[in-house]
């Protein structure tokens, strides 16, 4: 199973890397690496799991944090009782388009791969229409907002070799704008 210690740590010149694309059909080693990233972030958000492993929790992953510069990522958004989680594993994912309209969750964002805290609004698209395979190599077209969005946003990043600090404006790191509004959970 992944744990922290399979997570590369920033500065590692692999979380700056553009990630090559991945070929279809998926070899069983690029499947098992789907399902084991899938399982840890599932597992990091198991209480009992996460502290028997000493996990930090994580609500999605993308393979070049595992050293593996390859465009797979993995999101898994727990939601409450009744309702499915927001679970996908997206491989050679492409923004189509964005709104212009930018959205920042309103504590900032932290990162599997950086230990140090970045304070500070990272501005993402509110709405983004997403093109990518699943494992089976199924092509998709998807429109996400909300939540969702911004952890995709956040882990196509990755693939982008994007960390969330790099949008981070240093001059007013909580400044807002006519196109920048604090993200809200509809309640
Ligand atoms: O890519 C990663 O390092 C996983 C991040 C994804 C993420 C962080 C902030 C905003 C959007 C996506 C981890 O989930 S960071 C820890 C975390 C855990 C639960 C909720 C939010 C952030
Ligand atoms: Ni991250």
């Not at 964005?98 to 964002?109: I, P, R, W």
């Amino acid at each position: 199973m992944i744990t922290m210690d399979d997570i590369v740590r920033d500065y590692h010149p692999t979380l700056r890397e553009r990630s090559e694309k991945i070929e279809f059909p998926l070899n069983e080693e690029l499947k098992n690496l789907a399902d084991e990233m899938l399982e840890f972030i599932i597992n990091s958000q198991n209480p009992e799991i996460a502290e028997e492993y000493d996990l930090r929790p994580g609500v999605g992953l993308a393979a070049p944090q595992l050293n593996i510069p390859k465009q797979m990522m993995t999101v898994h958004i727990p939601s409450d009782e009744e309702e499915e989680p927001f679970s996908l594993v997206m491989v050679n994912p492409r923004i189509l388009s964005h709104s212009v309209k930018q959205t920042a969750l309103q504590d900032g964002e932290g990162c599997l791969s950086i230990d140090e805290v970045y304070e500070g609004l990272v501005p993402r698209s509110k709405r983004i229409t997403v093109e990518y395979y699943d494992v089976d190599g199924n092509k998709h077209k998807e429109r996400f907002k909300g939540y969702p969005a911004i952890v995709i946003q956040h882990e196509i990043d990755h693939l982008n070799g994007v960390l969330f600090y790099d949008h981070i404006n240093q001059d007013n790191p909580f400044g807002l704008s006519d196109d920048l509004e604090i993200f809200e959970e509809n309640l």
